[in-house]
Every structure is written in C-alpha cells, then in structure tokens.
C-alpha cells in the first residue's frame, strides 16, 4: 500500500464497464445507491459504461454530477445501412464523453483485429469523443514472453499516424486478458511495468508533453481491497468490470484510487 500519495499532473479516470449487465430499473437503482457514496470524493474522475439500452436514462440521473457517460462500443460510420450498430453522434447526443474501443472481449468474441479498432477510435476522435482504447496480452502470449510486442502492436495499429493533439486526450486501458473477470489481478508491478512500457511507446512517437497527457488505466480485477496499491506512477486510474456492478465496492475502489494519488 503506498503510505504517501502518489504525485502527478494527470487527473486519474475511475470506469465502470458494466458489460452485458442490467437493465434501464436496475441501473437507475445502482445509481440512487452509488451517487451519495461519491459526493465529496475529488482528485479522481468517474465514468460509466452501462448498456446501450440505459445510455439515456444513466446519462440523466448523471447531469450536474461531475460523472461522465461512457460507452461501452461504437461503429465508425456516422450513419448508414448497418443493422444493429450505433454511430458516434447517436452516443454524443445522449451525452457521453468516453467510448471504451477494443476490449479484449469485443477483440475475442467478436472477432474485432487492430484494422477494425483502428477505424472505431478515429470516428471517436472525430465526433468529439475520448476513446478508452483497450489492449493487454493474453496469458499464452505473456508466457511466451510477447506482452510489450503485443501492446506495442496494438497501440501502434491504433494511434501511429494520428494527431499528437488527439493522442493526448487518449485514454489507453492496459488489460491483461488473463486478469479480466478471472479474479486474478496484475501485481502492481506487473501493472507499472504495462503502463511504462505504453507511455514510453506514445513517448516515442509523439514526444515527451503527448506522453504526460495521456492517461493509462489498468483493468483486471480490480477489487476495493487492490486498487489503492494499483495507481502506481504511470497508472492513472483503473477500468473496471464486475466490482463496478455493486455501488458500494465501485464507490470503494473510486476512494481507495482518488486516496492514492496527489494532483500537482
Ligand atoms: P473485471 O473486468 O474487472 O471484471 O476483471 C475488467 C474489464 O473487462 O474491463
């Protein structure tokens, strides 16, 4: 646990990521729940992800709150004949700032490759939006000792050639897939090694003030009991799944992170 608050300049994002779970009732119950619990929390910002379904109702109850509205997917053409999607603009007139791209299950399940993320992020930028764009190895290829060429593949697929000025405003979520909904969380270790790893990258390629701006989340089973310990120097905040879904442990996780860091 760090004694002392960790200092930095970014502000750290707290997402919830509710997946496929509930429904317009359900959401606005969390949410008279979870709202009182986080009234006086600063030094970290919340968003949330619900369905697409409780997008207008969640977004709602969230005005004059300071807790933004978050996505959970996106297609990239702003309308068209394209059964079942919903476009960028659809997602900006309810209100929502972020749109999480490229999660590993949407990669897995979905069949979603880096061409694909690539084109979802850009339609992101264009209407206005933040993309949380996802990337993490998988346990077969952490163990064949691939996780920085695959976040570096990832990454790359999905920002080289973009302006430095939207790279800033990125969030990049560093999610080990084999952490993802398993109960298994990243060391904090392995948590700073991800995120140093991506920074220096984004370092790399658009310069020293691009890299201080982007902020990078871990996500894995992050639990109220691990996320104080996770917000190590390059993490800014935690993507998370199925804590995120009871208002107690996610309002848990918000303070326990806001705790762990000091802005300058
Ligand atoms: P988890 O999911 O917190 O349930 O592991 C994280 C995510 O998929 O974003």
Redesign the pocket.
Known sequence: MNANPNPRTRRPLIAA?W?MHKTVAEARAFLEAFLPLVRDVQGAEIAIAPPFTALQTVGELLRDTGIALAAQDVFYEPQGAYTGEISPPMLRELGCRYV?VG???RRQLFREDDALVRRKLEAVFEHGLVPIL?VGETLEERRAGRTEAVLERQLRAAVEGLSAEWVGELVV?Y?PVW????GETASPQDAEAGAKFLRSWIRELFGAGTAERVRVQY????KPENARELMTENVDGA??????LDPQKFAGIVKEAAAAVSIS
Do not use: R, Y
């Open positions: 990521n997946k999480i999660h590993s299950e996802c979520a999610e952490a993802i909904g398993t996500g894995g089973s992050v993507l998370v799944g199925g804590a995120s």
